[in-house]
């Protein structure tokens, strides 16, 4: 199956496994850097890589030993410290994981990824004005990726500046929408008290994950401001049978039956 799949598109097995794990097949990419690194092909990008894939997996031990045998096989490669600070902040380990982006900003200033990522972990310990700061510098490198915009327009919601927020969700949305994007920018229209737009953004977030419990929470919160009960009881329904904790309290709270 391999060999029919690379005979008709012409990639070879490790660029097969890159572009399934671009596009969130995560099973599928680990089983495909496992046959490149199998046929030693560019095997410590294929060690990194499916290292990356099982941090996103929840096996960090094997993440973990990935990373470390693609550094034992190419120690000049610029990327690794990103790898590794990208399995750390998906564990929670957010001092490693801040200690490596730094290393990783340090051994190669001008990539981009390292800036969104250090970004990442300065929001997730609150330091918001740092992550605005990360992320105009990612941007001032490379201004074509959305979703350093998201992400600083996230930052900026945190911080309480919704307005700025709105116009970075506006441009990340105008270059490639996203599941993100879209429900970001519905919280942030619903702490400018419209409600309505809200409302339309997180359907369009639900479009890209219809599973995601939290979005048809809001969506809930949303419905019920603007009057309309029976609509906020399906999403608080759906979102408690989708496992987000605070939908069965607004289920009782509501009068939802």
């Known amino acids: 199956m391999i060999l029919f799949y690379n005979d008709c598109f012409g990639q070879s097995v490790y660029e097969s496994a890159m572009n399934e794990y671009l596009h969130g097949d995560l099973n599928k990419s680990i089983e495909l850097f496992t046959s490149s690194i199998k046929d030693n092909n560019k095997v410590s990008n294929a060690y990194m890589y499916r ?40 564990k929670g380990d957010y001092s490693l994981s801040l200690s490596y982006s730094n290393l990783a900003i340090n051994e190669d200033p001008e990539n981009a990824d390292a800036y969104d ?10 330091n918001y004005n740092g992550a605005i700061k990360d ?11 959305a979703l350093y915009f998201t992400n600083r327009g996230f930052a900026k919601f945190k911080s309480g500046n919704f307005k700025d927020a709105i116009t970075d969700f506006n441009n990340s949305i105008q270059m490639s929408p996203s599941h993100k994007a879209y429900a970001d920018r519905g919280l942030t229209f619903h702490h400018l008290n ?52 605070l939908a069965n309290n607004a289920l009782i709270d509501n009068g939802c039956k």
């Open 117 to 126: 990522e250090r970004a990442a972990i300065e929001i997730m310990i609150g």
């Open 194 to 245: 419209q409600d309505s737009l809200a409302i339309n953004d997180y359907s369009k977030a639900l479009e890209f994950y219809p599973n995601d419990g939290e979005i048809h929470y809001w969506r809930g919160i949303s419905y019920k401001i603007i009057g309309k009960k029976d609509n906020a009881c399906v999403d608080f329904k759906t979102s408690g049978e989708l496992g987000y904790s």
């Open 51 to 90: 290292g990356m894939a099982n941090a996103f997996k929840g096996r960090f031990p094997e993440a973990v030993r990935d990373l470390d045998s693609s550094q034992v096989l190419n120690p000049a490669n610029k990327k690794i410290d990103y790898a590794y600070a990208k399995i750390y902040l998906i």
């Open 135 to 145: 992320e105009n510098a990612a941007i001032k490198i490379d201004s074509s990726v």
